[in-house]
């Protein structure tokens, strides 16, 4: 799997667009990007994933680099309950392959 | 739809014991991997099974074994336990399907063990 790099904490105002930034500079072609995230003591929790184009769903935006080096993950109006830690994870998506986490982001909401 | 059941959700067991712990997937999913969170190493794939077969397996010591049921729902064993095996299990489980990225795992809320 390609490794990804992101900061490890950053903080954001409630109701601001949190923006969390992942580097996957050694993304292979068919590798897809899959962000997750963690409320403490949790289990870790889907949230979305891209190959190449932008992708939104109800929880969030992932914008991708058109050369895929690099991805956004964008919560649009950012509540405390999204305070956690986010993995940004690249994979090719078969369903043998493990999900290998890093240290991830750990976001934390300001009221 | 019923989410990952992991069971149970607290353990305390002493060094040299053995555990079980069991995984419920998600309605329909075949595929169930399992997962260990520690403070220090933090998320470590510990194996992935599939129609009852291990597909894919992490770097850990024999003392950690899996097996999966013909329903699809997974237990995991852990013999001989020490300090260490100290940690969050987590399972998560995806629906197989030919083709990429549809294999997201989603994770249950994980079994709490700690060694004494």
């Known amino acids: 799997d390609a490794k990804t790099t992101q900061p490890t904490s950053m903080d954001c105002a409630e109701g601001r667009a949190a923006n969390l930034p992942c580097n996957h500079s050694?993304?292979?072609?068919?590798?897809?990007v899959y962000w997750y995230r963690q409320i403490h003591s949790q289990g870790p929790q889907y949230i979305i994933h891209?190959?190449?184009n932008n992708e939104t769903n109800e929880m969030a935006s992932l914008i991708i680099t058109e050369d895929r080096k690099s991805s956004t993950l964008i919560l649009p109006h950012a509540t405390l309950r999204d305070t956690a830690v986010y993995y940004c994870?690249?994979?090719?998506?078969?369903?043998?392959?493990?999900?290998?986490f890093g240290t991830g982001t750990r976001l934390t909401i300001i009221p | 739809k019923a989410g990952v059941t992991q069971t149970p959700r607290y353990l305390i067991k002493t060094r040299g014991q053995q555990v079980t712990l069991s995984c419920s997937p998600i309605?329909?999913?075949?595929?169930v991997s399992w997962y260990q969170q520690t403070p220090g190493q933090g998320l470590q794939f510990l194996f992935e099974?599939?129609?009852?077969?291990?597909?894919n397996k992490g770097n850990f010591p024999g003392r950690f074994s899996g097996r999966q049921f013909s329903n699809s729902r997974s237990e995991m064993n852990v013999s001989t336990l020490e300090l260490g095996d100290s940690a969050l299990y987590l399972c998560?489980?995806?629906?197989?399907?030919?083709?990429?990225?549809?294999?997201?795992?989603?994770f249950g809320a994980g079994t709490r063990l700690s060694v004494l």
């Open positions: 998560a489980s995806s629906l197989e399907v030919a083709g990429l990225a549809k294999n997201i795992q989603y």
């Open positions: 994870i690249v994979r090719v998506g078969r369903g043998n392959e493990k999900l290998t």
């Open positions: 309605s329909g999913h075949r595929s």
């Open positions: 099974y599939f129609s009852e077969t291990q597909r």
């Open positions: 891209g190959l190449k």
């Open positions: 050694t993304i292979s072609g068919n590798e897809y």
